[in-house]
């Protein structure tokens, strides 16, 4: 079941990644000349308009076939007509905004999942901690403290300390474990403080003061809303992969351990696997997230990426001539080939991470 819903997701994301393409070729004028969901072998396919829609055996996405695309496939032989629909003989600017495309697809499907998860309810941080439960016969039950409490400060020693967090309110319980200490309370929107002795052996399961807390709340935004914070949201997010990923490939340039963990398709199924034991909406998320990643490493300036095209489309732009045709094709091969073998390591990462 989770590699059939693996598989479905990564058809989704490279779907609309081309879909994206598609649509931009159309609308410049270029012959497109099949859209294939899945890859080849094709199981069957209908043309219309000159373009072929077609279903193929390999479920892992889909691909857009442009005319044009590789140089051999126009020459001096074809008709005006042709060459007006080649993917090679565009504007420079046009082929930016076809390239481009499948990266603004894979963004704007995040962006989509993202709103939708507002509308149905995001942890927001509270700056503060909730209590949800307090344990019989604890610290908390004795000095009086609720379920619905707010605790916003402690005081120890004349000093207060705020307390924006779980992790806060529980590293400084234990700190002070055996003191008596001052919890600053809001309950019922009215502000108190409570004196209480954190204990310094609780018993499993419980923490020194025997609450269950959290520092979140669930929030809900309405339709109407929804799109404009799934948008900040989504380009924070999206700044933050940028920020992860140049740091990650300046490691490895310098040949450094990366601070974050790596993963391919087989690191990617297994957090599907995670993702479904916890519903719907932990699965969206998932999705949301493999899209932004997906849009922003396709934007990388490396030969077989839309990034790598992208050099090639600006230096046509910046010097009135297409880049050397072979050294092109060449590129986009060793890029091709270099690609692959990265994917295979990290797919061994993978294997070995999750099987150690």
Do not use: C
């Not at 025997?210 to 404009?228: C, D, L, M, R, W």
Request: proline share 5%; glycine share 8%; net charge positive.
């Amino acid at each position: 079941m989770s590699f059939l819903l693996f598989l479905l997701i990564l058809s989704i994301l490279v779907l609309v990644h081309e879909l994206g393409h598609f649509i931009a070729a159309k609308k410049n004028g270029v012959l497109v000349e099949e859209f294939g969901i899945g890859f080849p072998p094709r199981l069957l396919g209908i043309k219309i308009k000159k373009t072929i829609y077609s279903i193929n055996l390999i479920p892992l996405g889909g691909f857009v076939k442009l005319y044009g695309e590789e140089y051999e496939e126009t020459n001096q032989n074809k008709s005006q007509k042709l060459k007006n629909k080649s993917f090679i003989y565009k504007h420079p600017w046009q082929k930016i905004s076809i390239i481009i495309a499948g990266v603004i697809g894979n963004f704007l499907l995040g962006w989509l999942l993202i709103s939708y998860l507002f509308t149905q309810g995001v942890p927001v941080p509270l700056n503060k901690v909730l209590i949800e439960k307090v344990e019989k016969n604890t610290p908390a039950y004795f000095a009086g403290l609720k379920k619905g409490d707010y605790i916003y400060a402690i005081k120890v020693d004349k000093q207060t300390i705020s307390i924006n967090s779980s992790s806060d309110l529980i590293n400084f319980t234990k700190k002070y474990a055996g003191k008596k200490v001052t919890l600053f309370v809001e309950r019922n929107g009215k502000k108190t403080t409570i004196t209480i002795i954190p204990r310094k052996n609780p018993p499993r399961n419980q923490g020194p003061l025997g609450v269950v807390i959290t520092s979140f709340a669930i929030k809900k935004y309405p339709f109407y809303q929804a799109p404009y914070f799934g948008l900040v949201h989504s380009l924070t997010i999206t700044k933050k992969i940028v920020v992860e990923l140049t740091k990650t490939l300046i490691q490895f340039i310098t040949f450094k351990k990366p601070d974050v963990s790596v993963s391919g398709p087989i690191g990617i199924a297994y957090f599907t696997q995670e993702a479904i034991k916890f519903g719907k909406n932990a699965v969206l998320e998932l999705i949301a997230l493999l899209s932004l990643n997906l849009a922003i490493v396709n934007l990388l300036p490396f030969p077989a990426l839309d990034g790598g095209r992208l050099i090639f489309a600006f230096y046509e732009l910046i010097t009135k001539k297409p880049f050397n045709k072979k050294l092109e094709k060449y590129l986009n091969f060793f890029g091709f080939i270099f690609l692959i073998t990265i994917a295979i390591i990290v797919s061994i990462n993978d294997i070995l991470k999750i099987y150690h």
